[in-house]
């Protein structure tokens, strides 16, 4: 049995890819809005709900799990930690699917939200937030909420956390991503911004794009950088992925 925490676009893809694999799926998003953009099938069976590592390792109990695939986005660094100390807890197989970094130049690149917040009290003009909405509360306390403008998912409860902050409607873009380099930029102009927040997101996540349109219109981008998570089997693509599953699965049967 192969289970697979998906918090990407790329989790979406390898539960897709996992088909040809004919044995069962046991999916796990933190969100009912993750679980419902995986396309279901019939081995496939899906699970939504944030879950601490003891959770998991009961769910994995659960679901007879014996390769774990931890496809999670490259910042849920705590979500990670969780999901190998489960498997740690219960000696089943574990290999991460990492999106590769784009480590682009021109930009200040920042350890941690801390580090960036004490350069931008330093700043003037508008503030372009678009590393999602769990650090919301941190930028709001730290900085002067009137030069925020935040980019958050769709979701009536990020919107009422960002109504909670005390952001007005005109501070608030709820919108699907990635974007297009000419979205970006109309986004940018639109809102007078100067300076950009971003996290590495790599090319699927749009990084390159956003990156570029800032550049182009001359703003400063602030980067959060993505903390280490050490993994003894860590795979940067789909192929070398499932031939990494399949030898796994061959062992298994040889034993």
């Not at 192929?239 to 699965?249: A, G, Q």
Request: aromatic fraction near 6%; charged fraction near 30%.
């Amino acid at each position: 049995m192969i289970a697979v925490f998906a918090g990407t676009q790329e989790g979406r893809e390898l539960i897709e890819a996992f088909r040809e694999l004919e044995v069962p799926i046991f999916a796990s998003t933190a969100t009912e809005y993750g679980r419902d953009l995986i396309e279901p099938y019939p081995k496939l069976h899906l699970h939504a709900g944030a879950m601490n590592h003891m959770e998991m390792e009961s769910w994995l109990r659960e679901v007879h799990a014996q390769i774990v695939v931890d496809a999670t986005h490259p910042y849920a660094v705590d979500v990670s930690r969780n999901i190998k100390l489960a498997c740690s807890a219960l000696k089943v197989s574990l290999v991460r699917f990492e999106r590769p970094a784009l480590k682009l130049e021109g930009m200040e690149k920042c350890p941690d939200y801390q580090t960036c917040m004490k350069k931008l009290e330093k700043s003037k003009g508008r503030i372009f937030l678009t590393t999602g909405s769990n650090h919301l509360q941190d930028f709001v306390d730290h900085l002067d909420p009137n030069r925020l403008v935040v980019r958050v998912l769709p979701k009536s409860e990020v919107l009422k956390k960002c109504e909670g902050l005390g952001l007005k409607a005109n501070q608030i873009i709820a919108m699907q991503g990635p974007f297009s380099k000419e979205m970006n930029r109309l986004i940018l102009q639109k809102y007078k911004i100067s300076h950009l927040v971003t996290k590495d997101t790599g090319r699927v996540g749009g990084f390159k794009e956003k990156i570029e349109a800032a550049f182009e219109e001359g703003i400063d981008v602030y980067c959060i950088e993505r903390e280490e998570i050490r993994m003894e089997n860590v795979r940067n693509s789909q192929l070398s992925l499932i031939n990494w599953i399949k030898e796994e699965m061959k062992k298994g049967r040889e034993k």
